[in-house]
């Protein structure tokens, strides 16, 4: 997400994306966000996300990390995943569910297939904290 603005710049997503606050997760402490409205978290990601899920009072996105939707769901942290499911096979990349936990009970809530064949799934994580 880090280049959006810059390779998207007339994008609606990029002007959207612009004007809402983002909170950024980096292994990298002295990381400066250079997208306007972003705060870098301080910390370790699941205790900082935490805290923020517990005080912000708004939905929390993640945009573009699947390790970090991995470890989050470790921390049962995750509420919901809305996958997108595009009719392609590349043969190998990037495991999503690496760093997720051994046993992740999902449970569908909503799905719809695009003219293009996308199928975007939207799944309840059951074991998320106080589910």
């Not at 950024?24 to 870098?40: I, K, M, Q």
């Not at 699941?46 to 517990?54: N, R, Y």
């Not at 595009?86 to 719809?112: I, T, W």
């Amino acid at each position: 997400m880090k280049a959006w603005f810059v390779r998207q710049p007339t994008s609606p997503m990029t002007r959207a994306l612009t004007g809402v606050r983002k909170f950024v997760a980096s292994h990298d402490p002295g990381y400066e966000p250079r997208w306007e409205n972003s705060t870098l978290l301080a910390g370790e990601a699941g205790q900082t996300v935490g805290e923020l899920k517990a005080s912000h009072g708004r939905p929390l996105i993640v945009f573009g990390s699947g390790r970090l939707v991995g470890w989050l769901m470790q921390d049962r942290l995750i509420d919901e995943l809305v996958l997108m499911i595009h009719p392609l096979v590349l043969g190998e990349g990037f495991r999503f569910f690496d760093a997720a936990p051994a046993l992740a009970k999902l449970e569908l809530s909503n799905q719809v297939a695009t003219d293009t064949g996308v199928a975007i799934l939207t799944y309840s994580c059951a074991s998320a904290r106080g589910s």
